[in-house]
């Protein structure tokens, strides 16, 4: 375990620079806080590079009983509790954080899976976090994000996922458009909800779709609006136009789950 | 129009006192800020007290062209930018607000829907507030809240809702059991989630339920475990353990309309 006492040290520095998006870009890596979240970084084995802790974690034992197992003492790093406090997002830290580095982006798409999931522009950060929660939710294990979607590794993003963000591989898109081309070419078909539609997302078999959800003000961008294979709407009954976008993504994504699992228990077994 | 420049006078004294809880109870009234939700506001003829506007929002002339139908010219406050700035509750002010009367609350539930929804104590102002607005999406017109529950006055609640505030009728309840109880004897069964049983939301016929939500946190509490009718659970295909309570709230409630306004889509028109 190091002990650093020293707001200047460029390693603290450095660390404290992930709280920037720029940095985290440059660098390649993103911060993770809370007991809960560092734990799932240790188990779904995320490429941890430091483990900061204050002095009252320190004394809890909490990591020589539970997060040592298979990582490296030279990985822990001990510091005071300003110091913690000022590289700390949260209001009232639990005094633990890991800086992990990101997985090496392949831009390849995994074409394995009867659904992927592509978000154009989702901008609200618990929207996204969200979103991927609910992915992981139902087994999707990768998400294609425009360019303009906001930065997966925000604080608040990665809080909203609770843990997700470690299983679900985010493939971040250069060109959305043809990375959706890509999809079609392997025999997926692009469904945009779309309010300008009367087909439901119950009149479809969602099989082999590419869903995309559109930005929470904007909708699907017209670029990919003109490339799509389906209008889908998700029925308003009441006054309110449209879903959240993260409510929406739950609605689809588990009237697919429905189709391909629960079918069967339909027909019979009603209560 | 009334012109205060003052932040000593009483009456803006008062309408900043409503971003407090406290106050808001005290007075009956809460703070509705942003064009479109004053629009929703008027259109939906909730019972505005004031409508507090800078002087940038006076200058459109939006008032005078959009806003002021049937309105009295003596609900209109105009006030400096520094004094708006300091009654907002948000960074980049877009210059009106509105003070708005609670209706008179009427503890009465209305049985005349199929599905009444019930809040455990939903202790995020966002999921709360998206959570009224999938409800008013799909047409209820009412929600029980747990005395626990967030209170859906505060602003991001009202902004979350995205106007559904408006429409749907909230039921605070002092007693939460009792109210639950009293929808039994309306013939009601009370349906909770749970990670507790192997009942799928897909296994059950969604009519004449109570559909209880609960804490984002530690689920549905003890006390409305205990007189719960049914234990019912959104299959989870993946490694994380549950859906963010806004998102389980759509997939149950949509499963709901899947099942009452397209069960004769399913069998013919698939594509």
Avoid at 226 to 255: C, F, H, R, W
């Amino acid at each position: 375990m190091q002990v650093i006492t020293s707001k200047e040290n460029p390693l603290i520095k450095q660390i404290c620079k992930l709280k920037e998006k720029k940095y985290r870009n440059e660098y390649g890596q993103y911060l993770v806080e809370g007991v809960k979240l560092v734990k799932e970084a240790i188990e779904e084995k995320a490429d941890i590079k430091h483990i900061v802790i204050n002095e009252e974690m320190k004394e809890t034992g909490l990591i020589e009983k539970h997060l040592k197992n298979g990582l490296q003492t030279n990985e822990f790093i001990q510091v005071p509790n300003s110091i913690f406090k000022w590289i700390s997002e949260v209001e009232n830290p639990q005094g633990i954080l890991a800086v992990i580095q990101k997985k090496s982006e392949k831009v390849q798409i995994d074409y394995s899976q009867d659904i992927i999931l592509a978000l154009d522009d989702i901008q609200d950060p618990g929207n996204l976090g969200t979103i991927i929660r609910t992915a992981d939710s139902i087994g999707l294990k990768q998400i294609l994000l425009s360019k303009g979607t906001a930065d997966p590794y925000n604080s608040k993003v990665i809080r909203s996922t609770m843990g997700a963000i470690f299983r679900v591989r985010l493939v971040e898109c250069e060109n959305f458009v043809q990375m959706l081309k890509a999809c079609q070419e392997n025999k997926y078909s692009i469904l945009v909800t779309s309010l300008d539609t009367k087909q439901s997302i119950y009149d479809l078999t969602l099989k082999r779709k590419v869903i995309v959800i559109g930005n929470e003000a904007n909708g699907v961008s017209k670029k990919v609006l003109e490339i799509a294979d389906q209008k889908v709407t998700i029925p308003m009954l009441g006054k309110t136009e449209s879903l959240n976008a993260s409510v929406a993504t739950g609605v689809i994504l588990y009237e697919y789950v429905r189709q391909n699992f629960f079918m069967k228990n339909k027909a019979n077994g009603k209560k």
